[in-house]
């Protein structure tokens, strides 16, 4: 039987260190120490292994409400781009079926103006991705999409046509992009 200061002499351990007197004692790396403990009781490992799982299941959680908190970006001013619509592009006698088309062709010109393509043209590029193009939006994509609804909605009121909001949205896009990725509280938020 070796004691643990003659092991770490014999084996040249690293890790792991024992000193003797009032002080002393025997102390390792952590992971050296949790490897210890599960060998010794079979409880700790069994409690190492669900606090484990208890922290992934709160990284995966956090990771989700992340998700959801990006993308509701996009729906903080939904709002006041829908009403804007609503009260500017929808005649009152439409029927709904056609003020949905309107609603979506603004959806598509918002979609044109920064990623440069309508929500079709991605599924027909994108077969076996689920969800819709601002669902695989990064961040700064999102955040400049909530700045484009609320542009959009005042040009709309400022009655331009669809052709002149489009390139001023895709100006507007450009350099806000541009801003964006240069922005470090930004990249916090990823």
Known sequence: MLSGKQWIEKT???????KT???GGTFAHKDIAFEFATWISPEFKLY???EFQRLKEEETKRLEEGWSARRMLTK???RIHTDAIQEHLIPPQIPQQQASGIFANEADLLNKALFGKIAKEWREQNPKEEGNIRDHADITQLI???NLETLNAEFIRQKLSSERRLLQLNEI????????LKNNSVKKLT
């Open 21 to 23: 007197g009032r002080y």
């Open 144 to 146: 400049c999409l909530a």
């Open 12 to 18: 040249k351990a690293i890790g792991i260190i024992s």
């Open 76 to 78: 903080i001013n939904y």
């Open 48 to 50: 190492l292994i669900k």
């Open 173 to 180: 896009a450009i350099i806000q992009m541009k801003s964006l």
